[in-house]
T-cell receptor
């Protein structure tokens, strides 16, 4: 899987949009961009994923640049409960296995987002 | 609502004890994973399974074994617990062939004294 780089930490005011950047300059054509978050002492939670088009769901929006070398996760109206570590991950299509642990998610250090009142 | 459950949230064991960590998913997923998470090291894959009775080593299998007798259940076994196995253990599952999300359990924080 390609490596990703994210800022170590970010602050956001409650009710404002949180924009979390991620660089993945060595991403391959068949790799998706995934975002997970982990609230303290809980298991990681899936947020959203995409290949090259922008995606939106009830939790967030994902903006992927045209060259796919970077992306931004947007939480449109951050709340205190959004305080967590956010992980940007790239991985190949498919959850199955093709001679290796391709279903494995390689988590980096993520961005610690602090939403403040 | 999809669910991955783990048998314990917190566990304290003594060095040398045999430890069983159980994970159950109710989504009929083919693939299941065991990770451990340590500060500064992120998540590291211990073992995974892509079918009943099938298992593959991950990045750090030493000191661990696994069992998958039923599709919904994936157990992690520490044959003889050691203090360096003190960690947060996370189980996850994903449906085969899809590019979708991997579902995680709440984690088990294991302390070996």
């Amino acid at each position: 899987d390609a490596k990703t780089t994210q800022p170590t930490s970010m602050d956001c005011a409650e009710g404002r949009a949180a924009n979390l950047p991620c660089n993945h300059s060595t991403i391959s054509g068949n790799e998706y961009v995934y975002w997970y978050r982990q609230i303290h002492s809980q298991g990681p939670q899936y947020i959203i994923h995409g290949l090259k088009n922008n995606e939106t769901n009830e939790m967030a929006s994902l903006i992927i640049t045209e060259d796919r070398k970077s992306s931004t996760l947007i939480l449109p109206h951050a709340t205190l409960r959004d305080t967590a570590v956010y992980y940007c991950i790239v991985r190949v299509l498919g959850g199955g296995f093709y001679g290796g642990s391709q279903g494995n998610l390689i988590f980096g250090k993520g961005t610690k987002l602090s939403v403040k009142p | 609502d999809v669910k991955v459950t783990q048998s314990s949230r917190y566990l304290v064991k003594r060095t040398g004890e045999k430890v069983f960590l159980e994970c159950v998913q109710d989504m009929d997923h083919e693939n299941m994973f065991w990770y451990r998470q340590d500060p500064g090291l992120g998540l590291r894959l211990i073992y995974f399974s892509y079918d009943v009775k099938m298992k593959e080593k991950g990045d750090i299998p030493e000191g661990y074994s696994v069992s998958r007798e039923k599709k919904e259940r994936f157990s992690l076994i520490l044959e003889s617990a050691s203090t360096n196995q003190t960690s947060m253990y996370l189980c996850a599952s994903i449906r085969d062939g899809l590019d979708g999300e991997q579902y995680f359990g709440p984690g088990t924080r294991l302390t070996v004294t």
